[in-house]
């Protein structure tokens, strides 16, 4: 029940983000400090943060009503949050700035990725 939840909630989180960025990437301009200079560019923040994370949302969607993908996604979720995790905190470390974007996908990734592996633990 409790990966059901957590799934669900994913789907929740990452799937409308992901459908939102895919249609306006400039809002990640002032969310995020992200921008474009070209259309490759803004194709770019589309693919990686409308496509890709509206992809893991619909897994963790799918998972949620059947439970053979449950731990696929699960260790979807644990590995794609790990590197979205260590990667924006080797940035913090170089570039010795947190913005309040940046401490809210921390605190996202980092929780993200502990639930998953405790349900991943908790299962086998």
Do not use: K, N
């Amino acid at each position: 029940m409790a990966a059901r939840i957590f799934l669900g909630l994913s789907a929740l989180v990452w799937f409308p983000y992901g459908v939102f960025c895919v249609f306006q990437p400039g809002y990640l301009a002032e969310a995020a400090g992200v921008v474009s200079q070209s259309a490759t560019g803004t194709i770019e923040l589309r693919a990686m943060y409308g496509g890709l994370q509206a992809a893991l949302g619909a897994l963790a969607g799918a998972a949620f009503f059947r439970a053979e993908l449950r731990r696929p996604a699960l260790l979807t979720l644990a590995f794609l949050t790990a590197g979205l995790f260590l990667a924006r905190l080797v940035g913090v470390a170089l570039d010795f700035q947190v913005s309040a974007y940046t401490a809210v996908a921390l605190g996202f990734e980092l929780s993200s990725l502990g639930i998953a592996s405790w349900l991943l633990r908790r299962r086998e």
